[in-house]
């Protein structure tokens, strides 16, 4: 194929002003257009995934806002301009680094049949999931799952997960198809009595993650994230009403929002704030078999262990403003 094939142009002129006429500089911007074509199948997927459509955050803002945004050409443009820095094109998981770190081709033109760790999915997912996957938080060890050049995201994420969302989804935690512990180790069930006793009513985390990152404030109009990020582990209610994740207690981590989160847009105060909780569920990336919570090898039980701990997030965690958003996720008082 030669450039034109994807980025047009004018492949007969000499000069580059006019070999660039008509050009388009990021084809799979428009992948049904570009990339469509050979790629039929994993195009249209792709265009209702939450990497290509971000309903995900569109549904987000709009829940605590209390009204849809689509309306509002003043709103979606702040949106595209901000927000939508994180759109994942074809190209920015299989030719260069994403947008919203400034890109940049990985390996010159070369197209990657399997995006790289570094330079695209944790490029974009590093700060908390990337640094719990390697082992990059202070004092927390790697995922088990993490053995270098051999288990990738790939492993537990694969292609048809990653290009297309299943039907309604707009969370990733709705989606169907997104991977759960269990799609591969259902078979340990009955593997001890802590499993057997548990198994369904908590999620593999609550026993089996580490502490992990948790931000509190982050503010649209390029301040990004205000305040100190802090490393902790919190057990809540289950938030999720989804017939794939039923648990009754899951880890939960605080996300970067804050009423005036979007203040630069002329919302100084989200109106539904209490919306949704500020503590969501979580799946953090740093899995070991023995943490914690689960070695009793000084003595002890699990009950000593993790049932009389300060694991469960309470009130007392949580500031002022939250207490609504959290009232049916906290564990006590």
């Known amino acids: 194929m030669g450039c ?16 660039h006429v008509n050009l388009v500089a990021r084809p799979s911007a428009m992948h049904q257009t570009y990339c469509g074509g050979c790629h039929g199948t994993v195009s249209a997927d792709h265009s209702t995934s939450l990497h290509a459509d971000l309903k995900g955050y569109y549904r987000r803002i709009e829940l605590r806002l209390g009204y849809s945004i689509a309306g509002d050409q003043d709103l979606v443009e702040k949106f595209d301009e901000e927000c939508g820095k994180c759109h994942a ?18 390996n010159g033109h070369n197209f990657l049949g399997e995006p790289s760790m570094k330079e695209n999915c944790t490029a974009c997912h590093g700060s908390r999931v990337g640094a719990e996957y390697f082992g990059e938080n202070a004092g927390i060890k790697a995922d088990v799952h993490w053995i270098p050049n051999v288990k990738r995201c790939s492993f537990c994420h694969d292609a048809a997960a990653m290009h297309g969302s ?12 997104m991977v759960r512990c269990e799609d591969c180790h259902a078979t340990v069930s009955d593997a001890n009595s802590y499993h057997q006793v548990h198994w369904g009513d908590l999620s593999c985390q609550v026993c089996h ?16 994230i205000t305040g100190s990020s802090y490393i902790t582990f919190k057990i809540g209610k289950n938030p999720l009403d989804v017939p794939h994740r039923t648990y009754k207690y899951v880890t939960v981590r605080h996300i970067p929002i804050a009423p005036d989160t979007y203040a630069s847009w002329g919302i100084s105060d989200l109106p539904n704030y209490n919306a949704e909780p ?18 009793n090898s000084g003595g002890g039980a699990c009950f000593e262990k993790c049932h009389d701990s300060d ?22 008082n």
């Open 278 to 295: 500020t503590w969501k569920y979580a799946t953090p990336h740093n899995i070991q078999r023995w943490t914690d919570q689960t070695d």
């Open 311 to 332: 694991y469960y997030l309470t009130l007392d965690d949580l500031q002022p403003y939250e207490t609504e958003a959290n009232r049916d996720i906290v564990m006590g």
């Open 89 to 106: 094109s074809c190209g920015q998981c299989h030719v260069s680094r994403p947008v919203s770190v400034d890109g940049g081709f990985i």
């Open 209 to 224: 993650s580490q502490p992990y990152k948790n931000c509190n404030s982050c503010h649209t109009g390029g301040e990004g």
């Open 166 to 177: 299943s039907p309604g989804a707009d969370y990733r935690y709705n989606d169907l198809d």
């Open 4 to 19: 034109t094939a994807c980025h047009l142009g004018n492949s007969g002129a000499s000069g580059k002003g006019e070999a």
